[in-house]
Every structure is written in C-alpha cells, then in structure tokens.
C-alpha cells in the first residue's frame, strides 16, 4: 500500500520537467514576401544612430540630450526597474526559504493586596521566571504542477517587454525630435521667403498705385494688388506662430523650458537619407514595439499555468531547528537541541468558482494579447507600406515640382533682361519674380514632407534596433 503515494511523489517530482519552458507565441499571421513600394535603388538599412543620415550636428547633439533628459524615457527606465524588482519577487518561490527567530520573555509574580503572595515564601528571583528560545526554519512548497516556474518565467518575459517598451519610448522620442526639428528649419526658410514675397508685393502695390494715380490703372487692379499684399503680409506671423509652437514642442520633448532652447541650423544643410527597407518579414525582430507584444503574450502563457496549477493540490514542506533554555548562557551553548519536521497537503475544495475564473480570466487575457500582437504587426507593416509610399510619392512630386521651380528661374531671369532692355513693364518683372517665390516655398514644404517621411520609415523599421539573442523567439523557463 506503501508503493502507490511513493509512486505518486514520484510522478508529481516528474511533472515539473515535462511542463517545459514557455513556447513561442504564434501569430498565425501571412507575412507578404515584400513591400508594395520596395525603394528604387538599394540603400544601407537604419542603424543605431540612423538620424546622423541627415547630416546635422545640431540635431545629433539634440537627439542625445533628449535621449538624457527626456521624461517619456525616464520613466519607461524606472517601469524597467520595476519589472526587475518584480521578476525577482516572483522567483523567490521556486527555491526554499530560510528563516530565524530568537524570543526572550520574562515574566513577574507581582504582590497581591491580600498577601498571598508573600505567604508562598517566594524569594524575589523565584518571583520572576526568563526564558530564552530560538528557531531556524526552513519551508518549502514542491512545484508539483511548475506554477512556482511558470510565474517566474511569466514575469522575466514581462521583463523583455519592459525592455522593449524602452526602446520602443526611446524611438518614439527620438523620431519626434528629428521630425520637429525639421519642422523648425523648414517653417524658419518659409518665413524667409514669405518675406521676400512680401517685399516684392509692396513693390508691385507701389507701382500700381502710380499707374493709378496717373490714370493709367483701374481701380480694381489697385484693389487686387492691395489684397494680394495683405495676404503676403499676415503669412509671415502665420509662420513664426508655427514657428514658435514647434519650438516649444521640441523644447518639451528634450525636457527643457523653451527659453533655453538655441535652433541656429540651415534648412538648406540638411540632406535626404537613402533607406533600405529590407523584408516585411523581418519586422518582427526589428520592431521593439512588436517584440514587446511577443514578450506580453509568452507571459500570458506561464498566467495560464499558474492559474491552472492553482485548481491542484500543493504540498508544503518544513523543517526547524529551534531550543529553549531559562538562561541566554545555556541557549547559546546549545541553541538547537531539537528538531522539527512538517509536511502539508494543502487542496482547494469550496472557493464560489473563484479559481476556475481566475482561469478563464487567464485565457481570456490571453486571447487578448494575442490579438494586441496580432495588431502590432499589421501596424507596423502598414506603418512601413506608407513611409514608402511618401517617400515614393514626395519624390516624383519634387521631380515635377523641381522643374516647375526652374522654369520660374528661367521665366524671371528673363523678365529682368526685357524689363532692362525696355521691351516689360517692372510688373511683368515682379510677376515673374512672385511666381519664383511661390515655387520656392512649394519646394520647402515638399523637401520638408520628403525628409519627414525618412524619418517615418526609420521609425517603422525599429531606427535599427534589433531583438537580442532569445530575444525574439519567446523562450523562458
């Protein structure tokens, strides 16, 4: 009768070896073979410091300080320290636990109002009795079902998907400062030519109300042209208000007051990075973003088993060491004269199904993740699809609009040669050189949306970040 329990001790000693470690989570997703838009010509893929691409030292030295000093970064760090902390909480279990205990008492026979007391003839250290005792414990709860490994390798893939939130904080910012900056230049060489426009107008409005004067316009000319400058007029603190705005956001984003914030770089320095985008199917290891929901849904997995384990019985061990004596002296000469051996069997019976929802509530935050997985790569490849659909698009627009810009060129350059040599007026001039200006500010603005949809792969494609050893492929233990 004595081989069955035996034979159970064994099988459930067993049990913990077959569990295994937690499996890598499956999407069930078709990858394409790659992208809609693949770029034109082959280029190196993003690397760490991919925003250097841009040729800026300005913005590399901006890049580095908000990755310092910025707040979003700080706190996903101390969210990381806080899933570390956690991971090992959780881990404690898997191994025994020692503790110790010493007590000292004393306890006196206080005088009665009747005299009894004094009666028994009690001297007064027979009056007051000490005792001294002290413990050494050991406890253990056999992982007879693996819930005690399962929860730690819950929480150290929660630990992955800390760290990958991180990277992923750390992305976002960054791509947020390059962006901004951008922004700063772009609308700083807008304002530039606004006014320049502007100058140009006035000149135009002077001369058409000397036509006018002299009889030589109509009155609807003059009030086109007054229209026209006023227009050019309130463009400029259009400008400078956006200005002044992107400047504060980026100033928020490198964790400073806008007032310390010096921008002194040139639109004009900056240069279009080449990018290759690689194959849609290696996303999932180079998106901290899609690594993080991987890691989430591999924990989902060892929740699972833990609630399922807790619907089984479990079995506490314990074993003590411990002695007492009336005198420390004689404690400390022997402090553990006897021993003490416990074991439990401990099963849940009656809970009102609060442990079978746990479960199901296990599952179904599973069935959850696996679907913010699921999500996350869809994102990330429409995330991809669309950088290079801007960049396509922006390419072929400033292809075209670059010609345009051109022939404004030519268009003025003559118009100054006709206008000296007496066969224009100066307004045929100063139409030309307005419709230069326009081009100019055109070409700003879709260089600006090209460099912006640079920075949008880099970001789509994990700026070069890639899932470390193990890191990918949802193992644990």
């Excluded at 009768?1 to 035996?6: A, D, I, Q, S």
């Excluded at 205990?101 to 009747?114: F, K, P, V, W």
């Excluded at 005299?115 to 050494?136: K, P, V």
């Excluded at 200006?437 to 970040?465: C, H, I, P, T, Y």
Aim: glycine share 8%; hydrophobic share 40%; aromatic share 4%.
């Amino acid at each position: 009768m004595r081989r069955k329990p035996l034979a159970l001790l064994g099988l459930y000693l067993f049990l913990p070896a077959c569990s295994g470690p937690l499996p890598q989570p499956d999407s069930g997703l078709t990858i394409p073979g790659q992208w809609q838009h693949p770029p034109a010509a082959p280029a190196r893929m993003p690397d760490a410091d991919w925003w250097q691409s841009f040729g800026s030292e300005e913005l590399n030295r901006l890049i580095h300080q908000a990755r310092a000093s910025s707040h979003d970064i700080a706190a996903a760090l101390a969210r990381l320290h806080q899933a570390r902390a956690t991971a090992t909480v959780e881990g404690a279990p898997v191994l025994p636990e020692l503790n110790g205990e010493a007590n000292a008492n004393r306890d006196q026979l206080i005088g009665s109002t009747d005299g009894y007391s004094n009666e028994l003839g009690a001297t007064e250290e027979e009056r007051r009795i000490e005792h001294f005792d002290a413990l050494l414990t050991v406890s253990y709860e056999l992982d007879l079902w693996s819930a005690n490994r399962s929860r730690r390798a819950a929480a150290r893939k929660r630990i992955e998907a800390s760290e990958r939130d991180r990277a992923a904080v750390e992305l976002t910012v960054t791509a947020d400062v390059a962006d901004t900056y951008l922004q700063v230049l772009a609308l700083r060489e807008q304002t530039r030519i606004a006014r320049l426009n502007l100058d140009n107008a006035e000149q135009v409005l002077k001369l058409v109300e000397v036509r006018h004067a002299a009889g030589a316009s109509h009155a609807l000319e003059l009030a086109q042209q007054r229209s026209l400058t006023a227009n050019q007029r309130w463009q400029i603190p259009r400008l400078q208000q956006e200005e002044r705005e992107a400047t504060i956001v980026l100033a928020t984003l490198l964790g400073v007051a806008v007032q310390e914030l010096r921008i002194r770089g040139e639109f004009d320095a900056l240069r279009a990075p080449g990018i290759q985008a690689g194959l849609p199917g290696e996303l999932l290891v180079r998106r901290p973003d899609i690594a993080r929901a991987e890691a989430e849904l591999a924990a989902a997995e060892g929740d699972v088993r833990v609630a399922r384990a807790a619907l089984l019985p479990t079995l506490d061990l314990q074993a003590g060491l411990g002695g007492g004596a009336e005198r420390a002296s004689v404690l400390a000469d022997n402090p553990f004269p006897f021993l003490i051996l416990e074991a439990g069997l401990n099963a849940p019976i009656f809970n009102a199904g609060r442990l079978r929802a746990e479960r199901e509530q296990a599952l179904a935050k599973q069935e959850e993740l696996l679907h913010d997985y699921r999500r996350a790569i869809v994102d990330g490849l429409a995330d991809v699809e669309k950088a290079l659909n801007a960049l396509a698009g922006t390419e072929r627009q400033l292809h075209g609009q670059r010609e345009e810009l051109e022939q404004a060129r030519q268009s003025f350059a003559l118009a100054e040669i006709r206008y000296r040599a007496g066969a224009d007026t100066l307004l045929d001039s100063l139409e030309a050189q307005r419709t230069l200006f326009e081009a100019q500010d055109q070409e700003v603005q879709l260089r600006l949306a090209r460099l912006q949809a640079s920075v949008s792969l880099f970001k789509a494609l994990g700026g070069g970040w890639r899932s470390g050893s193990g890191g990918g492929n949802g193992r644990g233990d």
